[in-house]
């Protein structure tokens, strides 16, 4: 009788090594290189609304995360396109920008020439060129780390079947969708909580 209770035992022992081994094995691996985006213009636009200053193009923000095999990852943001991205911006919005900020200060259209020369500028759009590299540097002095904070981010991962959870200085859950797409909460600022969607890159 004991032998067979232990024959019994050892028997669903091996059964249960089973189990878990092909469990293991379906458990399908999302490890690899995903990319995402979000446009920032409407948080640009509600910063800027005290001034009287809109923008109209597209400010991206492009961000890469890499899971690997081991279960770590990276999470990094392109700080160079971004930077040219904001560049792009003011430029293509400069006219509307600076018009805006002047009449802000209650400075009519018929006297924009004549306050650029009082300024030292040869006309009103060599003013509104220099006022643009001025906010574009100013931006890249203290602007983009306010936006982007910091900009990589590297720590370990877990998944089940709908959520991926990322374990850095805090612990993120993302939503694993069907497409096999990752929505990840990401945070801009204290009170700026973005859902960002990651693609995996074919």
Do not use: W
């Not at 959520?163 to 797409?181: K, M, N, P, Y």
């Amino acid at each position: 009788m004991k032998q067979r209770n232990c024959m019994r035992l050892l028997a669903l022992a091996l059964a249960l090594v089973c189990v878990l081994s092909l469990a293991a094995c379906n458990k399908k691996s999302i490890a690899g290189t995903y990319s995402g985006e979000y446009d920032i213009l409407g948080m640009v636009n509600e910063e800027l609304a005290e001034t009287g200053i809109s923008l109209s193009t597209s400010i991206p923000i492009k961000f890469v995360l890499d899971l690997k095999e081991d279960m770590t990852f990276t999470m990094d943001a392109d700080t160079e396109a971004f930077k040219e991205s904001v560049k792009n911006a003011f430029q293509a919005d400069k006219d509307s920008m600076i018009d805006s900020l002047m009449a802000s200060m209650g400075v009519s259209e018929e006297d924009y020439d004549a306050i650029a020369q009082s300024s030292g500028y040869d006309d009103y759009a060599a003013f509104k060129d220099d006022m643009v590299n001025q906010m574009i540097a100013g931006f890249e002095g203290d602007g983009e780390e306010d936006i982007l904070g910091e900009a990589h981010t590297s720590g370990t991962y877990e998944f089940d079947d709908t959520t991926v959870t990322f374990h850095a200085e805090t612990d993120d859950t993302g939503t694993l969708g069907e497409d096999g797409s990752i929505t990840v909460q990401i945070p801009l600022s204290e009170d700026n909580l973005i859902d960002l969607v990651f693609t995996k890159q074919q």
